[in-house]
Nanobody, 122 residues
Framework: QVQLVESGGGLVQAGGSLRLSCAASGLTFSSYSMAWFRQAPGKEREFVAAISYSGGKTYFADSVKGRFTISRDNTKNTVYLQMNSLKPEDTAVYYC???????????????WGQGTQVTVSS
């Protein structure tokens, strides 16, 4: 079955950086678009970034544009989220998700990871 496993979360001071990873298995990774979402306590889950199946297209939420980058390594079945200039409002559980045949913030994502906590202290 499809599994997505996130890692790389942690506690960081404002202005710092983290790189999240999401390792996928049970699917033809290079055929699937990938995305990152996040959910802060008491808030709805929100879209963060997406990357097309080939890696040729990326899309970012306005709140992270210019600070976060998304990339993928189809030889390692892994997608990454590089987060720079972190702010306390970036604190959330970050989830990776995947979809076949779509991409971007409005797609219906078929599979989700368990999430990794990112905490940014002020």
């Amino acid at each position: 079955q499809v599994q997505l496993v996130e890692s790389g979360g942690g506690l960081v001071q404002a202005g710092g950086s983290l790189r999240l990873s999401c390792a996928a298995s049970g699917l033809t990774f290079s055929s699937y678009s990938m995305a990152w979402f996040r959910q802060a306590p008491g808030k709805e889950r929100e879209f963060v970034a997406a990357i097309s199946y080939s890696g040729g297209k990326t899309y970012f939420a306005d709140s992270v544009k210019g600070r976060f980058t998304i990339s993928r390594d189809n030889t390692k079945n892994t997608v990454y989220l590089q987060m720079n200039s972190l702010k306390p409002e970036d604190t959330a559980v970050y989830y990776c998700a995947t979809v076949l045949g779509g991409w971007g913030p409005t797609s219906h994502y078929d599979y989700w990871g368990q999430g990794t906590q990112v905490t940014v202290s002020s």
